[in-house]
């Protein structure tokens, strides 16, 4: 097994009980051992049993070192996209007006069914490889434009496929509760039945990590999102949820009854949702691209969060209807701007919390044990990657301890 020294560096740990911001560690060494974090610290600190241990040596040239980015809500996989809705709402149409008259998330099932498997796969990993450019190396993908069992396979399996070819973790939530689809239009309670039958189908396939559902009075109601969650149980699958995007309906009180991973969207949510969400241990998913694409004027309301101690992630909600972005670095420089949060809480939301967010604990901060997903930046401060608008300084990506 390799043993690899990476010096010369600048370590942004974001442990979470490190004294510095950031996690800070000046002049820092890091060894990894078979895809694992084994030492971190200052390199004067080093063990010199450890050093002499090392096989491979890496000049950092003084990079700045984070955490892998992790993504941790996104649509990416779907087809066609929504340029004239996007004109329809530039002209005064709301996205709830938009979905009414028959766009909105139907127009893209529409375009997803029609797509064939392969189809899919070259659209989405064209935005798969601009999340990676930018030092993604973990993300979620939900299904949610198939809204038929044929369709949601065919997206979760297309997700599935991008993760085995490409140098990140793909992780799959299944969004069969997104939208009621055309042929039940005014069924609503027959489609969640379907959803229900499909849940055990997809996950007997390996297809299904987690499950999720819109809750809202454009979508599902909270019974017929309990209905989904208590498949999703049976089944020791974890939720989460689309929730209080467009009011407060109760679904984040509902999705921490179930133990949620996390709760997304969130503007509306209100004092007994965050206090449900802190004793969940639920994460609150911020979406500034969703906000800052439809205009939105209801912010979401952090400082609920932080007076409840809520932990907060921050993702790009890639889609093609409220949000066609593929720059998590952008949504860093959002979350600040938008929602001012601090530049220090936005990357612990990319990294740290977006990795709870998908209950997963090896990885997420740089610290022995985890998993070496890390990157390299041309920065001389954490900040830095927040503050610049456009700006991609990604020097060097290592993935499972391997450079990409």
């Known amino acids: 097994m390799t043993v690899q020294l990476w010096r010369h560096c600048r370590v942004a740990t974001l442990q979470p009980s490190h004294p510095a911001p950031y996690g800070l560690i000046e002049d820092a060494a890091l060894v990894l051992e078979g895809g694992r974090i084994a030492w971190v610290g200052p390199r004067r600190e080093l063990p010199a049993d450890l050093a002499a241990r090392c096989t491979g040596e890496h000049d950092a040239g003084g990079a700045l070192v ?30 709830e007006d938009v ?6 998330i139907n127009s893209t099932v529409k375009a997803t069914r029609a797509a064939t498997e392969a189809e899919l796969e070259v659209q989405s990993l064209k935005r798969l490889r601009a999340l990676v450019a930018e030092g993604v190396t973990t993300l979620e993908i939900k299904s949610g434009y198939g809204l038929a069992f044929e369709h949601e396979r065919k997206a979760l399996r297309v997700a599935r496929g991008l993760g085995r070819s490409q140098p990140v973790d793909v992780r799959t939530t299944f969004l069969g509760a997104h939208a009621i689809p055309p042929e039940f239009a005014g069924r609503a309670d027959a489609y969640v039945d379907e959803v229900v039958r499909m849940l055990p189908l997809l996950h007997a396939e390996g ?23 208590q498949a999703a149980h049976a089944l020791g699958l974890p939720v989460k949820l689309h929730a209080e995007q467009l009011s407060d309906s109760g679904g984040a009180e509902l999705a921490a009854r179930y133990g949620a991973l996390s709760c997304d969207h969130l503007e509306w949510l209100g004092e007994q949702g965050a206090a449900a969400m802190a004793a969940a241990g639920s994460v609150a998913v911020l979406l500034p691209g969703a906000f800052y694409f439809l205009r939105e004027t209801k912010l979401p309301p952090v400082a609920l969060l932080r007076q409840h101690g809520v932990a907060m992630a921050i993702s790009t909600d890639c889609n093609p209807g409220s949000s066609p972005c593929t720059s998590l670095l952008l949504m860093l420089n959002m979350a600040c701007t938008l929602f001012r949060l601090t530049p220090e809480e936005a990357l612990a939301g990319v990294t740290r919390h977006a990795a709870k967010a998908l209950g997963l604990d090896d990885r997420g901060v740089i610290a022995p044990g985890k998993r070496a997903d890390f990157v390299l930046w041309d920065v001389a401060h954490p900040a830095q990657l927040a503050c610049a608008l456009g700006a991609n300084p990604r020097l060097q990506t290592v993935f499972k301890g391997e450079l990409v």
């Open 99 to 104: 979905a009414r008259a028959g766009g909105g």
């Open 66 to 95: 984070t955490p892998g980015l992790i993504d941790c809500h996104t649509h990416l996989v779907y087809g066609g996209d929504r340029a004239h809705e996007f004109e329809l709402r530039l002209q005064g149409a709301s996205y």
């Open 207 to 229: 297809l299904v990590d987690a499950v999720d559902a819109f809750c809202e009075r454009i979508a599902f109601s909270t019974g017929q999102t309990e209905r989904v969650f």
